[in-house]
């Protein structure tokens, strides 16, 4: 079976820096994508890991350890409008599962 | 590029009523089409996953009867809810792949059955 596990909620300051982590169990495992969903709205592409280390896309960065089973999303320079929720998601052969997400809320 | 539009956006109707809903990917062929279903404050589970000019492969516990699920070309599937019930009211969303590229998501369905 698969797992992903993240926290449920996350609250930061606005121009703080915020990491989400997941841990994942997986039967097949091609890489580690992360989404962002507002309420309502339907999920959106932040980025991709396959390979261990760091990619950075302007204020967002991802990270991967395939050996620990584990990612984290980090955000920088917070700003309100990252209030959403944040869902790491193991991408297999074939498919996408989702974590439980995790709902940022960027406080003043 | 990679535009996945879904429709309806939003669907109210009365319980016993089959409701259809459309994923078209608008640049690029979807030779992979996913189907997710989200309930309030929950993550994204996915129902099945359509390849084009084949059947669909449902999830465990995910009823092929009543979400049937075409996908007869290689821009379109779509999702019916037969025979729906207060308790398939949900947000549903597809996404939609080519080979060896990322999942792009539609901007989702809400289903309401009174």
């Known amino acids: 079976g698969q797992s992903l596990e993240q926290p449920s909620e996350v609250t930061a300051v606005e121009g703080a820096i915020v990491q989400i982590n997941c841990t994942y169990q997986?039967?097949?495992?091609?890489?580690l994508s992360w989404y962002q969903q507002h309420d309502g709205g339907a999920p959106t592409f932040l980025s991709y890991?396959?390979?261990?280390g760091l990619e950075e896309t302007g204020r967002f960065s991802s990270f991967l350890s395939r050996s620990d089973s584990y990612g984290y999303l980090l955000l920088q320079e917070l700003q309100m409008k990252d209030s959403a929720s944040y869902f790491c998601?193991?991408?297999?052969?074939?498919?996408?599962?989702f974590g439980t997400g995790t709902r940022l809320t960027v406080i003043p | 590029g990679a535009v996945v539009s879904q429709h309806p956006s939003w669907v109210i109707c009365k319980s016993g009523t089959s409701v259809k809903i459309e994923c078209r990917s608008l640049?690029?062929?979807?030779?992979?089409m996913f189907w997710y279903r989200q309930f309030p404050k929950q993550s994204l589970m996915l129902m099945a996953t359509?390849?084009?000019?084949?059947?669909?492969?449902?999830e465990q516990g995910v009823e092929k009867d009543k979400f049937l699920i075409n996908h007869a070309s290689l821009t379109l599937s779509t999702l019916t809810v037969t025979s729906a019930h207060p308790e398939d009211s949900s947000f549903y969303i597809c996404?939609?792949?080519?080979?060896?590229?990322?999942?792009?998501f539609g901007d989702g369905t809400r289903l309401s059955i009174l």
């Open positions: 890991n396959a390979l261990d």
């Open positions: 640049d690029f062929q979807a030779t992979t």
């Open positions: 996404s939609a792949r080519d080979k060896g590229e990322p999942q792009h």
């Open positions: 997986t039967s097949g495992f091609y890489g």
């Open positions: 998601a193991v991408t297999g052969a074939n498919n996408l599962f």
């Open positions: 359509s390849n084009e000019g084949s059947k669909a492969t449902y």
